[in-house]
């Protein structure tokens, strides 16, 4: 079965730093993968997406990913964070035609001044 | 309206009862589904829809939990005889395409369902 493995539960971080949020995942097939952010209070909304070509993929706010498809890897990264950032962030993935969406268990991240 | 939304955006209820949750998906798209996010689980895919149809039940965490989608639009998912270990914040979220093609999920704010 499909799962996803996000490694760090929490990261703290300052302010202007660069992050890293980690995400695993195990798939023998074609896979699309997903980078969702939660706000406090909000709901979930789409950071990027991995489907084909590139492998590196640019989303809103600055992040960016790299997929790795012999590491299965697809971690979320950031040059220069923000107070605004702080979140939730969840690595989600699906088998190619599958209607299931199957998601890590989040990393949330705390930006400090 | 513009985005999905669902309701209540609270519910309390007490061991025992039945409760339904309300989800509005955006006009027009064709695709809905239902999540749960609970502490130590994360999100958990519950079920579909395809139109009115679900075409696979398998995520539902039990025969009391059961959901139906009407005019493929608004979908209700009913929780019998609530247990403590069903509370949770359920989630919806829809898409314009079918499944499979890698399109964003548009989800709403969710319900926090709690069962004393």
């Known amino acids: 079965a499909q799962s996803v493995t996000q490694l760090d539960s929490q990261v703290p971080v300052f302010e202007e730093a660069p992050v890293e949020l980690r995400c695993n995942y195990s798939s023998s097939v074609s896979v699309y993968l997903f980078w969702y952010v939660q706000y406090p209070n909000q709901g979930l909304q789409l950071l990027l997406k991995?489907?084909?070509?590139?492998?590196l993929v640019k989303g809103i706010n600055g992040f960016e990913a790299e997929f790795n498809k012999s590491q299965t890897s697809f971690h979320l990264r950031k040059p220069s964070v923000h107070i605004s950032d702080t979140a939730e962030y969840f690595c989600a993935v699906s088998d190619r035609g599958s209607e299931k969406l199957v998601f890590g268990k989040g990393t949330k991240l705390t930006v400090n001044p | 309206g513009a985005g999905v939304s669902q309701s209540p955006s609270n519910k309390v209820t007490e061991k025992g009862k039945d409760v339904e949750l309300r989800c509005d998906p955006i006009s027009g798209h064709t695709a809905l589904y239902w999540y749960r996010q609970s502490l130590g689980q994360g999100l958990e895919f519950l079920i579909y829809?395809?139109?009115?149809?679900?075409?696979?039940k398998s995520g539902l965490p039990s025969d009391r939990f059961s959901a139906e989608r009407t005019g493929g639009s608004v979908s209700t998912l009913t929780i019998q005889r609530t247990q403590q270990e069903d509370s949770a914040v359920y989630l919806c979220a829809s898409t314009f395409m079918p499944p499979g093609v890698g399109e964003e999920q548009f989800f709403g704010p969710g319900t926090r369902l709690t069962v004393l």
């Open positions: 991995y489907l084909s070509g590139s492998t």
């Open positions: 829809f395809q139109g009115n149809s679900a075409p696979d």
